[in-house]
Every structure is written in C-alpha cells, then in structure tokens.
C-alpha cells in the first residue's frame, strides 16, 4: 500500500500526526488487508445523462476542446468534423473549451467525433465531456451502530476512531470539500458546513431553477418513470432522490456528542458543499471547475472561494480513461496543496478502467465490510491506493452472513426522507466506494 501524505492549511505537530497514523491509518490498513481493492458511489447510485438521440444514460452533447497555442477552435472546422451544428458554450480555466453539439450522442458516436477533432492543426486534445455518476464513544444514539468507527478486534475491522478522538475531532481551520450532489439541511450537519457553491451549468440537470449559484442545497435528483420512457433523461432509470452528498458529509462531518444521530469522523473540522451531480449525474467540465474552486482556485465567473480545502471527497467516477480534463484540474488542486479521495467504484472491476479513480495523484478508495475483506461491489486493481469501511449488505456488523433486511453491514449516516424534493431528517444505511471515500476524507482531516 502507497503512503497517504495530506497537507492541509497549518502545519499539524509531527508528534501528533504520528499519534493519529497509529491509531486511524492502521485501521484502514486492516481494512485493506484482505482487499484486491463502480463508478464512484452508492449501491444505489443515480445514473446519468439522458440522450436524445441516444437513449444511452451516458450520452452528452457537449466536447471539450483545447488549441495548443490557447486560441478559441474554429466552430466551422468543428462542424465540418462534428457533421452538425456546433456552438461554444464556455472557456475552462486551463484553454479548453466546451463545445455544444446540436443533439446528445451515444459514447461512442461522441468519442468518434472528438478524434476526427483531435486530427484537426491545432487542436491539442478534444474529449468528450464525460457524464460521472454518484459512486455510506460518544453520546450519539446511533453510534453503537457504527462499526466501522471501533477499534479492530477478532475477526472485525474498523479505523478506531474513539482513540484518535481522545487527541482531536479535528479542527475548523481544516476544510473538507464534498463534491457530490449538494446538501441538504439537517440537525446532524447544522453549524458544520462554509458557504460552498452549485457548479450545475445545465438547468434541467440542475433541477432546482437555475444554473450556477452559490446555493449548493440539494434539491433532489428523483427521475420519473414518465421521465426515464422519454425526453431530457430517457434511459437514466426512474429512481428516488439519493441525499447522497448528505450522506456522504455526515460521516466526515456530522456533529458528535451532540446527544443525537451518528458521530462524524472529523466533527472539529468544516465540510465544503460542492454541488456537481443533480438529475442523472453530471458532467467532467462542471466537476472539473469545482474542483479547482473548492480547492481555492479561480474559476471564470464563479467568486473566489474564501474557505479552500485541504481535502477533496469525490465519490462519483465513470467508465473510461483518465480525461485529460480531470488531469489538469486535479495537477492544479494538489499544485496548490490539496488532497484529492476518490472512490474506486462499484462495478467489481478493474478500478483503471474508470475515471477519476484512474486519474494519476488521487488517493483511490476501495470498499471494504465489516470483516475488512473486500465488499462484493467494489472494484479493485493497482489503482487502488486505501481500502477502508463502505459497507456489505452481505455481512452483518457482527461479521456473521447478513439476515433478509439485516441492513447493520452497511454505513449508517444522515439522510433525507424526501423520496423526491427534500422533507425531514432521518438517518439511513447505504453501501459503496462512496461510503469509502469519506472514511479516508475523515481521517485525512485529522491527521
């Protein structure tokens, strides 16, 4: 297993970072023991980008193009390639440009396209804009059935979190960038988030009125069976709205000893709400520009964010190689000191075979259940740097073969009850890389 180096914003005291590794790295370590280590998250995952044309969830409209001497590309040359109708949408901050096509097409006719533009003088790399989809001791009534926070004992793993809270639950200097669906309001989360920001540019993905804002909310992501038959998300899946960025903040972040809920890993630390994904998922160029924002980049027309991370979660992946998209904007947030976790996936595959887990510098996370070998969903291979708790259904807590309906296996965190639009705050067990990814975002924090 490759050593884990997280700076963060201030220099922590080397005693007690060595302290913290003791106590949490070796328990993930165990938990990736008995790993090989989908695309980044939940078994219940939302799919993707409905086609018009293509009724593939993958489908997209959009191509990023970038020239190798900065210039904007000729939309006539693109157009000639494309065999359509093609539009510039906006400038990225490293020179590419996300062009529009007139209609979404399948992977395929889109990866054709972006290589006979590729062949284009010029041009140093076109690409399509990839859709990703979202790869779950204290007084906390909830924590005896957090597992995978208790020390390894026979025959069970867990990252021993109650040892390492004996030294610190983190510290608000520290910020953790969930770059997910948004966040909703909830008890468990109140007084634990800084301003973060909703990257969506599409307003029928967005789902919640507009574009790009500085509301990061989630507002839900369900998809209709009506909607699934036909139009904008045809061949998505009909599917209730997932909370799966409040999911996923809560076991970083959720407050702990508060006398309610779960205990999050690093309750001293603040979550970063970024939102990327909405109806059926969302796309490279969006995720890539949160990336550099939450990180404390500037992005063109978004203001600055005063709050950077030092660690970025990202549980949400797709199949395909390393976007050269996702490259530059990870090179410039670790440039700048952040870390960037993210989960391996759920497809028990090749985690080379899915981006951005296949991306070089990530701290991949693979998933584990509660006897610490490897979930039966998570993907596994030389991409995988860390394995830590993602849940099994499969496994009960007590490491014995899960019931019917035994769900103590999986994450436990802070949900939603809304089956569309947000309600009330409840509490619920999900499993994935996604519920993964966090664990090792949490301990990242406190170290």
């Known amino acids: 297993m490759s050593n884990v180096t997280v700076p963060l914003n201030k220099a922590r005291s080397n005693k007690r970072a060595l302290a913290l590794s003791s106590l949490?790295?070796?328990?993930?370590?165990?938990?990736?023991?008995?790993?090989?280590?989908?695309?980044?998250?939940?078994?219940?995952?939302?799919?993707?980008?409905?086609?018009?044309?293509s009724r593939?969830?993958?489908?997209?409209?959009?191509?990023?193009?970038?020239?190798?001497?900065?210039?904007?590309?000729?939309?006539?040359?693109?157009?000639?390639?494309?065999?359509?109708?093609?539009?510039?949408?906006?400038?990225?901050?490293d020179g590419g440009w996300v062009s529009k096509l007139s209609g979404r097409r399948s992977p395929a006719a889109l990866a054709a396209i972006a290589g006979r533009i590729a062949a284009l003088p010029n041009v140093a790399y076109a690409e399509p804009d990839l859709k990703m989809f979202a790869a779950v001791t204290p007084n906390d009534?909830?924590?005896?059935?957090?597992?995978?926070?208790?020390?390894?004992?026979?025959?069970l793993s867990g990252i021993n979190t109650p040892a390492a809270w004996d030294i610190t639950h983190g510290?608000?200097?520290?910020?953790?960038?969930?770059?997910?669906?948004?966040?909703?309001?909830?008890?468990?989360?109140?007084?634990?988030?800084?301003?973060?920001?909703?990257?969506?540019?599409?307003?029928?993905?967005?789902?919640?009125?507009?574009?790009?804002?500085?509301?990061?909310?989630?507002?839900?992501?369900?998809?209709?069976?009506?909607?699934?038959?036909?139009?904008?998300?045809?061949?998505?899946?009909?599917?209730?709205?997932?909370?799966?960025g409040t999911h996923v903040s809560g076991t970083i972040g959720a407050k702990t000893d508060n006398a309610i809920g779960v205990a999050g890993i690093a309750s001293g630390a603040k979550i970063l709400p970024v939102r990327v994904l909405g109806k059926c998922g969302g796309s490279t160029s969006d995720i890539a520009d949160a990336i550099r924002w939450a990180a404390g980049l500037a992005v063109t027309g978004v203001p600055t964010n005063p709050n950077p991370a030092a660690v970025l979660s990202i549980s949400l992946?797709?199949?395909?190689?390393?976007?050269?998209?996702?490259?530059?904007?990870?090179?410039?947030?670790?440039?700048?000191?952040?870390?960037?976790v993210v989960a391996a996936g759920n497809s028990t595959a090749d985690a080379s075979t899915f981006?951005?887990?296949?991306?070089?510098?990530?701290?991949?996370?693979?998933?584990?259940?509660?006897?610490?070998?490897?979930?039966?969903?998570s993907n596994f291979g030389t991409s995988v740097e860390i394995a830590a708790p993602?849940?099994?259904?499969?496994?009960?807590?007590?490491?014995?073969?899960?019931?019917?309906?035994?769900?103590?296996?999986?994450?436990?965190?802070?949900?939603?009850?809304?089956?569309?639009?947000?309600?009330?705050?409840?509490?619920?067990?999900?499993?994935?890389?996604?519920m993964a990814t966090p664990h090792v975002s949490g301990v990242a924090a406190l170290v």
């Open 355 to 377: 981006a951005p887990a296949n991306c070089a510098g990530v701290i991949t996370v693979a998933a584990t259940g509660a006897t610490g070998n490897r979930s039966y969903y």
């Open 56 to 93: 593939d969830p993958r489908g997209t409209d959009q191509i990023i193009v970038r020239m190798r001497d900065g210039s904007t590309p000729d939309i006539a040359a693109l157009a000639r390639e494309a065999g359509e109708s093609v539009s510039l949408n906006r400038k990225m901050r």
């Open 24 to 53: 949490l790295i070796a328990g993930l370590a165990v938990a990736s023991t008995n790993s090989a280590a989908s695309a980044g998250a939940t078994s219940r995952t939302a799919v993707v980008a409905s086609p018009i044309e």
């Open 171 to 244: 510290t608000s200097d520290v910020v953790v960038a969930v770059i997910d669906t948004g966040i909703t309001a909830h008890a468990d989360l109140a007084g634990q988030t800084v301003p973060g920001y909703d990257f969506i540019t599409n307003t029928s993905i967005a789902n919640d009125g507009g574009g790009r804002d500085a509301d990061p909310s989630d507002p839900g992501d369900w998809v209709t069976t009506a909607e699934n038959a036909l139009g904008t998300f045809a061949g998505c899946g009909a599917s209730n709205s997932s909370w799966h």
């Open 390 to 434: 993602g849940g099994d259904k499969n496994v009960a807590s007590n490491g014995t073969v899960a019931a019917a309906g035994d769900l103590t296996g999986e994450i436990a965190s802070t949900l939603n009850s809304g089956l569309t639009t947000p309600s009330t705050d409840i509490y619920a067990y999900y499993q994935g890389t996604s």
């Open 317 to 340: 992946g797709g199949l395909g190689a390393c976007p050269a998209t996702y490259q530059n904007a990870i090179n410039d947030a670790m440039a700048v000191g952040a870390s960037v």
């Open 141 to 155: 009534p909830l924590f005896p059935v957090q597992w995978e926070l208790f020390a390894p004992s026979a025959g």
